[in-house]
């Protein structure tokens, strides 16, 4: 079925901004995939076809959704990606970088024109194995937004206080910790943030709620135009943009791969939103 | 050194008011572990001296402090004991019954007059080999506190918001789960609560942190004067509680044993309440 993290990210982005897609896909490429990403208007100049078969992913999670085994990965088209902006993407003001090598996150950051706000995801495979690459290529994000376990790695820290201490020294000014079904955290240099999951009473399926998570946190704050230039950075919008991202990521998990944003409006968004304020408020 | 449910109970508990334990030691036990006690003007007189060995328990906690093993458990004294609540104790308003085998916490129950909020703790082997007895204990109880798996086993749902509902029919109209360094949840038949855990520095020692988070919980709404049939049990004071356990417990965390206890203050435990509402609000 669809997935993959820029489909999330864009699908979660795409009901707060106008969204515009980079990705590689082969030609088995569903119409109706392509159909779904464009009735939420998303751009998608940026969406590369070639020959070949698409990435294609499979896993199996544990009884309590909280472990997961990959089954099979084939990289296929997504092997020789060389992800070039199109011209009319270069001056976005927002940009969210989806997991994939380091080295092709800088280049994408760096085909851009006075970009606001730029962050992105990794994941464990990169910080063990291509550590410098991945230095070299967060120390100008204003933002990263990786999970505990990853955050842990990065730093050499068990303790995530001290895990957070250690990553805003490498260069993002802002930390978005993501924990799974026990919420998220945001650490800037001077406060932090801790939000608590959403408890769903059914999770048919977490895959793709990180970066639905991720889409949300980025989406919000480009709707809110927030620029880091003549804005302060408050904590508080920030805070909001992590609700955001939480409420993407609990949607993404009440049916499978992105069955949930066919139906999902923007009104339910809210509500959910204004839920996170009545169960954590004393 | 100086441990117990007893002990981690009530010196949490005195921190908000009068608190009068009910528990048994043997002749070992130090004149010097009663003088702290004393010293936060915990009332003794139930506190049991027999001849023999006081109960005894050491364990091992992983590198993340998130799991112990057990290395030796000594019942000595405590395999005899049958709580007798001194006269003075019997028109107390608020009871909190530790962890202990559910009969001797019906049977202090029972003992009680007039009580105006009582529940407790219990744990896994309870749960799975003395069920019907613990079922007929907490029928009673305005409350239940436990941790989250022990929450699954007692309901047979993996589902946490399902198994609050579960247990909710089961008596208590407030179930309170600990999820350690997760923070903890507040469930009532028509709301819910979600606290994240106090982000520590250093965890030195969580053996304890559960019941000094049931001191906090019960101090706290004794301090209000708490009364079910005088005040519509409000969400809001009962997650003010919460907050005010999750502080104790992360006190507790801070030093081996009840040594935090030792220095701590009012003004410290209010600070970091707000220190809650600072990384909560949003």
Request: glycine share 10%; hydrophobic share 40%.
């Amino acid at each position: 079925m669809l997935g993959g993290a820029a489909t999330y990210i864009s699908l979660s982005a795409s009901f707060f901004t106008k969204t515009s897609l980079v990705g590689v896909v082969g030609d088995d490429f569903a119409q109706e995939d392509t159909d779904l990403l464009l009735r939420h208007g998303i751009d998608l100049e940026g969406l590369e076809r070639v020959p070949g078969k698409t990435f294609f992913w499979a896993g199996k999670y544990s009884d309590d959704m909280n472990d997961r085994t990959t089954l099979q990965t084939d990289l296929n088209v997504f092997a020789d990606f060389n992800p070039k902006l199109p011209a009319s993407y270069k001056s976005a003001s927002y940009l969210l970088l989806g997991n994939i090598q380091p080295a092709l996150q800088a280049a994408v950051r760096n085909q851009m024109n006075g970009v606001r706000l730029a962050g992105g995801d990794t994941m464990n495979y990169w910080i063990a194995d291509f550590r410098d690459e991945l230095l070299a290529t967060i120390r100008d994000w204003d933002f990263l937004l990786i999970n505990d376990s990853e955050a842990k790695m990065l730093s050499g820290q068990s303790n995530l206080r001290k895990a957070a201490q250690t990553i805003l020294d490498m260069g993002p000014h802002t930390l978005v910790i993501k924990r799974g079904e026990y919420g998220a955290m945001l650490f800037r240099r001077d406060s932090f943030f801790v939000v608590p999951g959403y408890l769903l009473e059914d999770v048919f399926d977490p895959t793709g709620a990180g970066d639905c998570f991720a889409g949300g946190f980025i989406g919000y704050l480009a709707e809110k135009g927030f620029d880091l230039e003549k804005d302060h950075i408050s904590r508080g919008e920030l805070s909001r943009a992590v609700i955001h991202g939480s409420v993407m990521g609990s949607f993404c998990c009440e049916r499978f791969g992105v069955e949930r944003f066919r139906t999902l409006t923007r009104a339910e968004i809210d509500a959910r939103f204004e839920e996170f304020r009545r169960f954590t408020h004393f």
